[in-house]
Each structure stands twice: as structure tokens, then as C-alpha cells.
């Protein structure tokens, strides 16, 4: 089965291109740009045994929001495409990550219903220009573009890179696992037939 998608999106802001396959290998090219959610969506990706690639141009001179927020809702997009080749999915997902001293949870129901849950720490030592709430905007795009609920819950952590890197393994596992073919059903697992 070609679980793959293509996806773009051209705006005055902003330029992506996605390739990707839920049932790869981990292979990864990403260039947004930015080289921190170069090295999250690569993490992503290698811990959900996906292959991706992104080409990413956006007007980084007035800010990251743009750029992260649009990869957010042409990957959202992929998914959903990507999915359309699916026979019946586990459609549930949940895994917990450690990174030193931080731990996330992130928890998915690849429902047709978006919503997203974000709980940080809230004594996260910034690293840098990419932090835990332009994350957020990624996640939100994800998940309402992806028609995924998405609970992300960092239980503890004060290194806000360790914090991002431990949700976005943990995105990775638990999407992994959502999107596994469940060869026992027939139709959606869903007692109203359909998602």
C-alpha cells in the first residue's frame, strides 16, 4: 500500500513543499530555514520511522511564526493525504519520552477531529529563537490541517531544547503507532462506523 503524499503551499509569505511516507525508513531532508525545527522535525521523523522532506522558504527577516505555522498545515495536510491509502488504523497513539531531565507525553487519536492540549513547564530556561510557544504554533497548524486530537503533555523539564526535543520524539512514536494498519477490522474503529 502508497501511504505517500506530496503537499504545497505558495504564499506571499511563505513557500513549502512536503514529501511524506508513514511507512519509511527515517529518512530525512529538511531545510526551513530555521535550524532548530530543522533538528525537531528531524528528530520527528527519525523516532517515527518516517521519511520526509521538507523545503521550506519564508520571510524569516520579519519573523520564524510564518514559516513554522505554514510547515505546520502543509504536514497536517501530507498526513491526511498520505492516510487516504490506509486500510483500517490503530488510530490511537501514546508515548512517553525522556530527554535528561525533561519527560513529555504526547497522546493521538487520528479522529477526523482536531484539537490540541499544550502543557509545559513553566520554569523553561529559553534556548533560543525557536521556543516552546512558536512550537505551539506548529502543533495547533498540525493538528487542526492533520484532523488529529493531539494532547501534548512536558510533565517536567527545565531546558526548553530538551523539553521541545522530548515532545517531538514522542509526536513521532505515538503518530507512528496511530497510523499502524489494524489488520483485524474491516471498517474504522469507531462505534459510529466511521471517523
Do not use: W
Not at 521519511?51 to 505546520?72: M, N, P, Q, Y
Not at 483500517?88 to 530527554?99: A, E, K, L, N, T
Amino acid at each position: 500500500m502508497n501511504r505517500k503524499a506530496s503537499v504545497s503551499r505558495k504564499t506571499k509569505e511563505t513557500q513549502i513543499e512536503v514529501d511524506f511516507d508513514l511507512d519509511g525508513s527515517g529518512t530525512v531532508d529538511v531545510s526551513t530555514g530555521i535550524p532548530f525545527f530543522d533538528h525537531m522535525l528531524t528528530a520527528f521523523s527519525v523516532h517515527g520511522f518516517f521519511d520526509l522532506k521538507i523545503s521550506a522558504v519564508g520571510d524569516l527577516d520579519v519573523d520564524f511564526h510564518h514559516t513554522v505555522e505554514d510547515v505546520g498545515l502543509v504536514l497536517g495536510q501530507a498526513l491526511v493525504k498520505a492516510l487516504e491509502n490506509s486500510k483500517p488504523i490503530v488510530r490511537f497513539g501514546d508515548s512517553c519520552v525522556p530527554m535528561d531531565e525533561a519527560l513529555s507525553r504526547v497522546t493521538i487519536d487520528l479522529s477526523n477531529r482536531p484539537y490540541l492540549v499544550y502543557n509545559f513547564p513553566d520554569n523553561l530556561k529559553a534556548g533560543g529563537r525557536f521556543g516552546i510557544h512558536l512550537a505551539k504554533e506548529f502543533f495547533q497548524a498540525f493538528s487542526v490541517k492533520g484532523a488529529l486530537n493531539l494532547h501534548i503533555n512536558s510533565d517536567y523539564g527545565v531546558n526548553e531544547h530538551h523539553v521541545l526535543e522530548s515532545i517531538f520524539k514522542a509526536l513521532g512514536r505515538s503518530l507512528h503507532m496511530a497510523s499502524r494498519e489494524n489488520r483485524s477490522l474491516d471498517g474504522d474503529l469507531s462505534s459510529k462506523g466511521v471517523l
